[in-house]
């Protein structure tokens, strides 16, 4: 039987997939629920990454009711725009993030 190796994202990858959901979901931000599913991470993994990315500055976080919802910062757009286009640059070279 011919086993097909799984490709894992690299921490930087899931960084990136944080980032592109919190900026998709707009000034409202996300829910910790609704982005561990959207970028297929456990609800442990999502509140980890999400640490470091506010302790970068590049979200950040408001409580309303009983949920946390991550909003994207000024640092984190400029961040994530110079991250896409050297993700771009990766993928035109054959290589991944």
């Known amino acids: 039987m011919?086993?097909?190796r799984s490709k894992y994202r690299s921490e930087m990858g899931i960084m990136g997939d944080i980032l592109a959901v919190?900026?998709?979901?707009?000034?409202?931000?996300?829910?910790?629920?609704?982005?561990?599913?959207?970028a297929n991470l456990?609800?442990?993994?999502?509140?980890?990454?999400?640490?470091?990315?506010?302790?970068?500055?590049?979200i950040e976080?408001?409580?309303d009711d009983r949920t946390h919802r991550f909003m994207m910062?000024?640092?984190g757009l400029k961040f994530f725009d110079e991250f896409?286009?050297?993700?771009?640059?990766?993928e035109s070279m054959g290589l991944s993030v």
């Open 2 to 4: 011919l086993r097909l």
């Open 22 to 38: 919190t900026m998709n979901e707009g000034q409202n931000g996300v829910a910790v629920l609704a982005l561990s599913r959207k």
């Open 42 to 58: 456990s609800h442990f993994t999502a509140i980890d990454k999400c640490e470091k990315l506010i302790n970068a500055g590049l």
């Open 61 to 63: 976080t408001r409580r």
């Open 73 to 75: 910062t000024e640092k």
């Open 84 to 90: 896409k286009h050297f993700q771009n640059l990766l």
